[in-house]
């Protein structure tokens, strides 16, 4: 859903984001920057898997389907 050309130039056109994209991920393919893309079904099971594993302290569970590093909202 181009988020990332959408934060990079947001008074793009939308309909001009697609152009942008190849661009991008060229940009960021040559300098090792991680470029990621998922569909809009793959975007909502990546948030809400996210939100479930942060969640799980408070369920009683514990957060070990995170990779290390990923920031949290709380300790």
Do not use: K, V, W
Not at 8 to 23: C, K, M, T, V, Y
Not at 32 to 37: K, L, R, V
Not at 50 to 58: D, F, K, Q, T
């Amino acid at each position: 859903n181009y988020q990332i050309e959408h934060h990079l130039f947001p008074a793009l056109p939308r309909r001009r984001l697609g152009a942008a994209q190849p661009i991008i991920r060229g940009f960021c393919e040559e300098r090792g920057i991680a470029y990621h893309e998922t569909s809009m079904a793959g975007s909502y099971r990546e948030i809400l898997h996210y939100l479930h594993a942060i969640g799980a302290p408070l369920r009683g569970g514990q957060r070990t389907d995170l990779p290390p590093g990923t920031p949290l909202p709380f300790p």
